[in-house]
């Protein structure tokens, strides 16, 4: 997707909240402020909206010189995120359709955030509303009946902490149909609270798949900045399934078999995909 | 009070849903973005917040050609909150206490405000909010007392549709104290959804108080920009009461005998005032 003047507001917002969690020093939080405005005017409304998010997170960096400003955030997610699994685990398992019901884990996981949103760390009303919110644009059923079939699966991970329970919904995936191959891929260096290949180990992602980096510090999957080794796996995969609303962002225009997993977050995209803002989408591209 | 960096995004915010009320042309709404998006390096944080506001709205205006985006939205506002005026009326004069729920009424609704955040059309939530939600910052006996010995009581008016439940509170001021006289300050020309004359007389605000213009088109009561006859009624009022955060904000640090009755709608005004955000305020300078 391309995109709009409405999500210049999330970008200003989200520099003022990075570069708050980067420095106390409000005169660099205020020269961070200044220099993401300057580009606002250049900015191409026809490229993706994590590449420009890229942008800005690349000036908190630059200004403040901290270039991991949710370290301590994403790894204390990891880590409640982690406590709770046995309890996820068991709702999962006991469950009438495990599969669904972790695929709806996975979605609430989403909520887990620091972009167009503040972070929501209250983990058990995210337990609560997996389980009592319907999924909308639900090609469950598709997504099912691919996945008896598939060999080559790539899951595109999001954020620290959310990957927890993707981990839950990995484990359901090899449940379902134990001859799938499954790479999970992280981002190449921190953005945001996005996870980075410290986080798939520290909550033992590399137990259930292949952890790859995707080769780009985007805060999504920007196929002309991945690796040519997560190109192949990208070309290769018979279904690749894309966590969040920055991979939707910025795969909802490639020709692959993608099944969108996502917490709606923003107007703009509720807007492209028909739903509310809240909504937990499960959409096959 | 004093501008902070996070007020940023509420003016890149207000400027964005500004623009697209002025005009459907994606081009110039872009060209406001981009424009406020230039001054954002040069703004001065020593300013108050609705002088900066008020840069931004001539932006709008200057660029879409348009200088009332909400004059639709202010003419409905008024005209919904007039048919419910008699409903108003009735729950305020059958109650224990006529002025704490006049009060209470017309600070709920300081509910209807298109600045720092959207309209809230839905009146009957507003009353429903009116009657259940306590007041915080409660100096209501101090100002009921001295009410009681007021002899000119300027009224610092706010939003459009907001000014019925106003009329209200000034119909039971005279009730309280028949002594006073009353005069209700309107901003001089269009900004935002604020009321201007136009907007008092169609609601019959002038059947009871003296209505002026306050001589200035800031979202606010910024003195210096004030005409010299509301100058003159400032300084010689008893007791001033200035509805909405706004005019909070341009009048928080000025030496005078003011009552600040407002919903507070953003995390800065609500640290500075150390009350919620939506919470319901009636503050004794």
């Known amino acids: 997707m391309r995109t709009y003047i409405d999500c210049i507001p999330c970008f200003i917002t989200q520099a003022l909240r990075a570069a708050k969690a980067a420095t106390n020093d409000e005169i660099v939080q205020r020269r961070v402020m200044n220099s993401v405005a300057e580009v606002i005017p250049d900015l191409p409304l026809e490229a993706r909206p994590p590449e420009i998010a890229q942008r800005v997170y690349k000036i908190v960096h630059e200004l403040t010189g901290n270039a991991d400003p949710y370290r301590e955030v994403k790894s204390q ?30 979605i609430a996981g989403n909520s887990i955030d620091l972009g167009p949103q503040v972070l929501h760390t209250d983990l058990d009303s995210i337990i609560d509303s997996a389980l009592s919110v319907p999924l909308v644009c639900d090609d469950y059923q598709q997504f099912r009946a691919e996945l008896a079939n598939c060999t080559r699966l790539l899951y595109l991970g999001d ?27 992280v981002r190449e260096a921190p953005i945001i609270n996005d996870a ?60 692959a078999n993608i099944v969108f997993l996502l917490k709606c977050k923003c107007h703009v995209v509720a807007d492209l995909l028909d739903v509310g803002v809240g909504d937990a989408v499960l959409r096959k591209r």
Chains 1, 2 share one sequence.
């Open 159 to 185: 954020n620290a902490g959310e990957i927890v329970f993707d981990k839950l919904l990995v484990e359901q995936l090899l449940q379902y149909n134990n001859h799938i191959d499954i790479t999970f891929a």
């Open 196 to 255: 980075i290949m410290d986080d798939a180990l520290a909550v033992g992602l590399d137990e259930v798949a292949t952890i790859v980096s995707n080769g780009s510090d985007a805060p999504a999957t920007i196929l002309p900045q991945c690796s040519p080794e997560m190109l192949e796996i990208f070309n290769s995969a018979d279904l690749i399934i894309a966590k969040g609303q920055g991979n939707y962002e910025s795969l909802s225009d490639e020709d």
């Open 77 to 106: 997610a990891n880590e409640t995120a982690l406590s709770l699994y046995p309890r996820l685990k068991e709702i999962v398992v006991s469950s009438d359709d495990p599969l669904l019901v972790a695929c709806k884990m996975a």
